[in-house]
């Protein structure tokens, strides 16, 4: 099962570049388009079996399986999210609201597992280390760029060309970890 991160991957890398575009065309924007929320549903459908694969496919120990797991959930959460944008005209008033933090949960233990399993993969070996580095120089970009987008003054929390740009350019490299990671196992 661990191929099915090659298409979550490609899922993961459409879903920033629609975002991205969507960002960047109309700086106020807060929900993506529609072709993003099935790109968001198709990522979370291919990654949760491909995680499960993965964590068993390093040596991590406890901590490897704890991150797994919740990251699982969290995405599982984000195709729920997604699932209820592509619905949304079926979704009972005020269940969206009460739902809302799925994706941006879904999203970080998304990024702290690809972050756990890299240095996992460089401590275990069983995976290639080019792997293991490129997923740390992706979350670690992606951290950077979150500071830097946060301290910009003009820019607010999520919103704005300059902070969107900052944050999500390095969605790529975590991308491209992916489908990596799809093909190493």
Do not use: K
């Not at 280390?129 to 740390?136: C, E, F, M, T, V």
């Amino acid at each position: 099962m661990g191929w099915l991160a090659v298409p979550a991957g490609l899922a993961y890398g459409l879903n920033a570049t629609i975002s991205a575009l969507s960002v960047l065309r109309d700086p106020d924007r807060s929900a993506p388009p529609p072709a993003g929320t099935w790109a968001s549903l198709a990522f979370a459908i291919f990654a949760v079996p491909a995680m499960l694969a993965a964590a068993g496919a390093v040596q991590g120990g406890a901590i490897v399986v704890v991150a797994t797991v919740g990251c699982a959930a969290g995405v599982a959460g984000t195709g729920l999210d997604a699932v209820m944008r592509a619905f949304a005209s079926q979704v009972p008033v005020g269940v969206e609201r009460r739902l809302r933090y799925l994706f941006p949960i879904g999203f970080l233990a998304f990024h702290v597992w690809v972050a756990i399993l890299s240095v996992a993969i460089l401590i275990g070996g069983a995976l290639p280390a080019g792997l293991g580095w490129l997923g740390i120089i992706a979350i670690g970009g992606f951290v950077a760029g979150i500071a830097v987008g946060v301290s910009t003054p003009e820019t607010r929390w999520g919103v704005g060309p300059a902070w969107f740009v900052s944050a999500f350019a390095p969605q790529a490299g975590v991308a491209v970890w992916m489908v990596w990671l799809g093909l190493s196992l």
